[in-house]
Structures are given as structure tokens and as C-alpha cells.
């Protein structure tokens, strides 16, 4: 167990709709990662919070939009969905933003 | 762009046997990651490799960093069935985010 917690774990959806994916960092981590993993692409790096603020993108889409809030945990919307956005989106945390990345048990979309 | 390349992508190989799993980048770096990441689970660290000429050892497994060639290595030692999973290796790119390879599918057999 990392330490970090995602909800929900599982999540089925239809095209069109929006959905919102919680992470809980570790205690004391400041930073926060979001990925998505998919058979096709790979585990790609999405979007970047450190202390509330965003630091990074990666290949996150204009429909998908993330925020960290004063208590670190963080959320990631996605919204307008389609049948390629089905993935298993996990995210991560470090203390600072050099420091090992940890990360959580995911959370495994389906949008039908 | 930052690339990270893995070979191989599959590997099946006998208990008791010793193999390597390579992992090239594309640009410089100054901390390369291993990652397992066994079947509908999350990643778990295994190893940081933080300067040129880094060797790290846990159990069975080994890995190195050479930045110069831009390639890490994972070396498994008297593979046991329980090392089966998939490892990623990864390197830290724009904002220390996580650049991956596609993985090395192991699969070690009696």
C-alpha cells in the first residue's frame, strides 16, 4: 500500500457524460500526478499540482481539466467522453517534485 | 520531445535463469526510475537511479545508470516465478513528471 487512495475504483460510464476522479496524496506529499494508462498509448503523463498550484501538462485534452485543493487532495474532471478516453487513470504523489513518485491504486474508466 | 525506449517489450524466460532489460532515453536526464507493475495493479517503486554509474540492488534485481550512453539496465539474477510483472522504466522529464517506456512484459516459467 503507497499510501496514496483514489476513488472510485471502478467507474462505467456512457459517451457525452462527466465524471470526477479523486486522489488523496500521501501524508505530507505536495505534489501530485495524474496518468493515464491505455493499451494503446501507453502510461502517459497528464497534468502536475504542487502545493495547490499547477506546475505541468502533459498530453491532457482540452475536455479534461484537473485542480488541487487547499487539503492537497486533488480532481480530475473529465468530461464529453468517448470510447477513447477508457483507460486506467492513476495518480501519483511526492513530497517535493524531485522525490519518488507514488502511486495509487487507480481508478478504471469505461465509457460505453 | 523526451523518448524512452525498453527492450524487450516481451520476455518469457526459465527459473533459475539471468537476463537484462535495457532502457534508452532520448535526452538528458538526471534521474532515471523502475517501476513494477504486476497484472490490474498499481506501479511500485523499485529503484531511483540519481547520477552516472549508479548501481542499485534489491534481492534478484539490479540496475544501473549510465547517462553518458543514455541507457539503463535491469538486471534479474536466478529469475523466480514471483518476479513475473511487468517493469517500466521511466525518466523524469518537463516539471519532474514521469516520461515511460512501453514496459517489459516478464514471464518467468518452471
Known amino acids: 500500500d503507497s499510501g496514496v487512495t483514489q476513488t472510485p475504483k471502478h467507474l462505467i460510464t456512457a459517451t457525452g457524460q462527466r465524471v470526477t476522479l479523486r486522489c488523496s496524496p500521501r501524508s505530507g506529499d505536495l505534489s501530485v500526478y495524474w496518468y493515464q494508462q491505455s493499451l494503446d498509448q501507453g502510461l502517459q503523463f497528464l497534468i502536475q499540482?504542487?502545493?495547490?498550484?499547477?506546475?505541468a501538462k502533459g498530453n491532457i485534452l482540452e475536455r479534461f481539466s484537473a485542480q488541487q485543493f487547499p487539503d492537497l487532495h486533488s480532481e480530475l474532471n473529465l468530461s464529453s467522453l468517448e470510447l477513447g478516453d477508457s483507460a486506467l487513470y492513476f495518480c501519483?504523489?511526492?513530497?517535493?517534485?524531485?522525490?519518488?513518485?507514488?502511486f495509487g491504486p487507480g481508478t478504471r474508466l469505461l465509457v460505453l | 520531445e523526451l523518448k524512452v525506449e525498453q527492450n524487450p517489450l516481451f520476455l518469457s524466460m526459465q527459473e533459475g535463469k539471468n537476463y537484462t532489460i535495457y532502457c534508452n532515453y532520448s535526452t538528458t536526464s538526471d534521474r532515471l526510475y523502475w517501476y513494477r507493475q504486476d497484472p490490474g495493479k498499481s506501479l511500485e517503486s523499485l529503484f531511483v537511479l540519481l547520477s552516472n554509474g549508479a548501481v542499485k540492488q534489491e534481492g534478484r534485481l539490479m540496475a544501473s545508470l549510465d547517462t553518458k550512453a543514455r541507457l539503463s539496465t535491469l538486471h534479474i539474477t536466478a529469475a523466480v516465478h514471483d518476479l513475473s510483472a511487468t517493469y517500466f522504466c521511466a525518466v523524469s522529464g518537463s516539471g519532474y513528471a514521469l516520461n515511460f517506456g512501453k514496459g517489459t512484459s516478464l514471464l518467468v516459467t518452471p
Open positions: 501519483a504523489s511526492s513530497a517535493g517534485q524531485v522525490e519518488t513518485q507514488y
Open positions: 499540482y504542487y502545493n495547490g498550484e499547477e506546475r
